[in-house]
């Protein structure tokens, strides 16, 4: 029933919380984790929009911006799947530039994930406050049990 | 991390799935589950509504339909208690009246519990329907890990 788990992470302390509950369940049979982080494709728009406030073509600079994204997260993640790694666990990462819950939820049906471990809160940005959280809206579309991780 | 776990159920069919998810846990050390069934105090405003519709005093019939309900809650709690006894879990049972989200986040805190598990959707009814279901609730405002199992 735990055998296969989705863990988006987005690199947050909560997040990092979610290792601890991931060990624990273990022992409920957890043989693979699915680790997942997605780039919110909406802040290339926030980039974009700061490059062309100073003067500049954002064209230029997007490569660049997104080579350092893809590089920074690639960090983060492969010291995450290291942990995972480390106390036994088989790990698969994914990344992904998109809407963050859209993406979780895309996770979870093509891997055929038997359930999802998320913090309840990440990074909290306006956005978040207006639209909800992710993990709100994972709750509420997915079709996995959902492990949901409190700040 | 899970040893003492609260499971609030409203006798719906998702609340039976959560069974299944508790005997899977005990491979991560569950040893206690609080089981906690809330009735709903403003059913009794509606019962009320009725008794006065067909021309009674709702006082009359009060006590007769208050002590239905317990029976029957305590009929169904104790069939859940049995099963969980019988996989081997320590199993306490609480029956009260009161708003369900409220007495469940009160369980959570005055049982010190380290997690709950519930479904996502119970009995589903207008009045949850406006103001979102006790799950959405308890996720919010919990400070243990939640384990939403989805209908």
């Not at 990462?93 to 055929?112: D, H, M, R, T, Y």
């Given at each position: ?13 909560v997040s990092?919380r ?12 957890i ?6 982080h ?5 802040d290339f ?12 073509l954002?064209a230029?600079f ?12 690639n960090?983060q ?25 859209v993406?979780i939820?895309?996770?979870e ?5 038997s ?5 309840s809160?990440?990074k909290?940005?306006?956005?978040e ?5 992710v ?6 579309k ?10």
């Amino acid at each position: 029933m735990f055998k296969k788990i989705l863990y988006p992470t987005d690199f947050s302390d909560v997040s990092a919380r979610v290792m601890d509950y991931i060990r624990e369940l273990k022992g409920s049979g957890i043989q693979t984790v699915i680790l997942l982080h997605v780039i919110d494709q909406r802040d290339f728009k926030c980039f974009e929009q700061g490059v062309q406030w100073v003067g500049k073509l954002p064209a230029e600079f997007e490569n660049e911006y997104r080579k350092y994204i893809t590089d920074e997260s690639n960090r983060q993640m492969g010291a995450i799947a290291k942990e995972l790694t480390r106390i036994g666990l088989e790990v698969r990462s994914k990344l992904v530039i998109g809407v963050p819950f859209v993406e979780i939820l895309k996770a979870e049906e093509e891997e055929s994930v038997s359930a999802i471990i998320l913090g309840s809160h990440g990074k909290s940005n306006i956005r978040e406050m207006m639209l909800g959280s992710v993990s709100e809206k994972v709750i509420r579309k997915s079709k996995t049990p959902v492990i949901v991780i409190k700040r």
